[in-house]
């Protein structure tokens, strides 16, 4: 049995796609049995580093995903349209989808889980998150008998990339930044990936699959890295902390019916945690339940190679259930012509395809319970850190450490680290603080591990 293929977008991941279909020999002998069949780009002109035949490659996008002899359509177009439009047409025209496209399904993913649900296809979505990484399929299938309660990671190579730099060379963001454009590890415009957008695509998915309920992306809360200066870089490591761009998922309380955290920001990780030491534009997802425990998710996070190593194997995936599914039409056709009873599995079942009923009770993030780092210039004062202290003391705020670290021209600085506060309560206790006359500015205010 053939099965063909049609691919929209013929980019990075287009072209590690179609290399990795086509020098097939020495992987899964299903593999051999793929058609590249039609590949949708918006140029023709273009240069290609993959040789296709003559007829293959076309700038009719719409003809792809309703082509009656394609089985599934590949989306690696990016962006939201028109990959959003062409997915939900390849649903109706009774495609099986595989996606590479964390902002669409992030939100628009109910939309098209209940399409495809309905059309009776399945939507494949491995490369969306963490590139290289199988994280979706694990989560949908291996833990899914688990009660996940955390699910937490780098999943942002641009900025882990950055952050890395400056902690190993002590440069500021702006340097590194413009080497990581220069490498292009960041995109021109790097707003998706600095400010934390990206991240939150991905912890949204995350979310979604882990709990099995609906996570509307705008409830994820976002922080991005541009706030993270070289100085707080130094001042965690002398706490014994390295500063992650972390994506999170979090039950605020044990209990089964506990709303999520789900947030986006820099943080300060202990360096004896297992992300700590996670260098570079690797990726890693750190996934907690009962009764498993904890488990670990770590390789490239992007790239065309690791990327195409995600979106194929979905591609496998379908092509073995397709073959599965023709075997057991044979046989029900078999035993109806013996008069005998049949039934049918689903193939969108067999794949466990995404399918949330409901939305999840996300938690505003006033009410995290968690640790604060925050460092403070004020005027050379007396009494300054007393001060400090009974501010936070009235609004309940605990403060763990507190240290004066030198100054910066004629304004000492301070820096305080919590124990446990509830968000809400440390927001007030700053506003107060910024009103106080020897508080210059607050410029660094990060979240602890």
């Given amino acids: 049995m053939g099965v063909k293929l049609g691919i929209l977008g013929l980019g990075t991941v287009g072209t590690g796609t179609v290399q990795l ?3 097939n020999l020495g992987r899964h002998p299903l593999l051999q049995e793929i058609e590249i069949y039609r590949v949708g780009v918006r140029s023709l002109s273009k240069p290609r580093t993959v040789e296709l035949p003559e007829g293959v490659i076309t700038t009719d996008l719409e003809s792809i995903v309703t082509d009656p002899a394609i089985d599934i359509v590949v989306e690696v177009l990016g962006g939201l349209e028109p990959a959003r439009s062409l997915i939900l047409k390849a649903i109706r025209s009774g495609k099986h989808v595989v996606t590479a496209n964390k902002a669409v399904i992030a939100r628009y993913g109910d939309e098209i889980f209940t399409l495809a649900e309905q059309a009776g296809v399945c939507v494949m979505l491995e490369a969306a998150v963490g590139g290289g990484i199988p994280v979706i399929q694990p989560l949908k299938q291996s833990l899914s008998v688990n009660r996940i309660h955390t699910v937490i990671g780098i999943v942002n190579g641009t900025t882990n990339y950055i952050l890395t730099k400056m902690q190993t060379e002590g440069s500021s963001f702006e340097d590194v930044l413009a080497d990581a454009q220069k490498l292009g590890y960041a995109e021109a415009d790097p707003t998706t990936d600095v400010d934390g957008l990206d991240a939150a ?6 979310a979604s699959i882990a709990s099995g309920c609906r996570v509307d992306l705008s409830d994820v809360y976002c922080e991005g890295i541009r706030q993270v200066s070289k ?3 130094t001042y965690a490591e002398k706490l014994g902390f390295v500063i992650k761009l972390l ?8 209990s089964l019916s506990s709303p999520l955290s789900v947030r986006v920001h820099p943080t300060l990780v202990p360096k004896e945690h297992p992300l700590a030491s996670i260098y570079g534009v690797n990726n890693a997802i750190l996934v907690e339940g009962e009764p498993i425990g904890q488990v670990m998710f770590f390789g490239p996070g992007a790239g065309a190679g690791a990327t195409a190593s995600a979106v194929s194997s979905d591609i496998l995936n379908i092509v073995a259930a397709l073959k599965t599914e023709k075997a057991i039409n044979e046989e029900i056709l078999k035993q109806e012509l013996e008069n005998k009873p049949t039934s049918k599995i689903a193939l969108h079942n067999q794949l466990l395809t995404a399918r949330h009923q409901e939305d999840c009770q996300i938690a505003p993030i006033t009410e995290l319970v968690t640790q604060f780092y925050a460092r403070f210039l004020t005027k050379d004062q007396p009494g300054v850190i007393g001060k400090l202290g009974t501010c936070f003391g009235t609004h309940g705020v605990s403060l ?3 240290v004066q670290t030198g100054f910066q021209g004629q304004l000492a600085e301070i820096v305080v680290v919590t124990h446990d506060v509830r968000e809400g309560d440390f927001r007030k206790a700053l506003t107060e603080i910024s009103t106080l006359e020897a508080i210059d500015s607050i410029p660094s205010l990060l979240r602890v591990l």
């Fill in 231 to 233: 100085t707080d870089i």
């Fill in 400 to 402: 763990e450490l507190v």
């Fill in 21 to 23: 279909l086509l020098d």
């Fill in 247 to 254: 994506a999170i998922a979090k039950k605020i309380t044990p």
């Fill in 201 to 206: 695509d991905k912890i949204a998915i995350l």
